[in-house]
């Protein structure tokens, strides 16, 4: 795993330095907080402005994909437990990411630039999509794909609402965009 180091002086040198599941955490935390307040915020907003459909429907809806069609007449703890599952999923995407990054120098080298980090999110978005509404949720509900309007957006939306704020928040914390840097990853010297 590589060593996690972080610029003298800067903010968050004590919180930050070191290497292992500590550090991972330390990242790993704001990429996903970011991550799925945005996606709730958007979300929320496609819901409720573009589809005329109440937010709290929105969030029983996820929490039928594991509660089964109950949630979608249930108030606030199916909305609850919705909004516990977005932050789960949410929280797995992420971790996902930031190992690659992590793990991958390539990748890390390819969401240094401004473009690079917007290609890799216009790619990852779609494989999230793809991922969730092909294998994930079909095996939570035992219902197939509905490859309706609402699908073909979520194929689309996921970069915005999801992937940019997971990329670029990955690239701010681990200090590969321009302004000051929290955290530096560089290759273990054995």
Do not use: K, N
Not at 114 to 126: F, T
């Amino acid at each position: 795993m590589p060593d996690v180091r972080v610029a003298p002086g800067s903010a968050s040198t004590a919180t930050a330095a070191g290497s292992g599941p500590a550090a991972f955490v330390r990242v790993l935390v704001p990429v996903w907080l970011v991550t799925a307040a945005w996606d709730f915020v958007c979300a929320s907003a496609l819901s409720a402005f573009a589809y005329r459909t109440p937010v709290a429907q929105l969030w029983r809806g996820v929490a039928a994909t594991l509660l089964g069609p109950a949630a979608l007449d249930g108030g606030g703890a199916a909305v609850a437990a919705g909004l516990a599952l977005h932050l789960a999923v949410a929280l797995t995407w992420s971790a996902l990411f930031v190992a690659a990054v992590w793990a991958w120098p390539a990748l890390r080298r390819a969401i240094e630039s401004p473009a690079g980090a917007l290609g890799v999110a216009a790619a990852y978005g779609p494989v999230i999509w793809l991922v969730m509404s092909l294998v994930v949720i079909p095996l939570a509900t035992g219902r197939p794909t509905h490859f309706g309007v609402r699908w073909w957006v979520q194929i689309f939306a996921h970069v915005p609402f999801v992937t940019i704020p997971l990329v670029f928040t990955t690239r701010r914390v681990l200090g590969l965009s321009a302004g000051p840097a929290p955290v530096r990853l560089e290759e273990r010297v054995a």
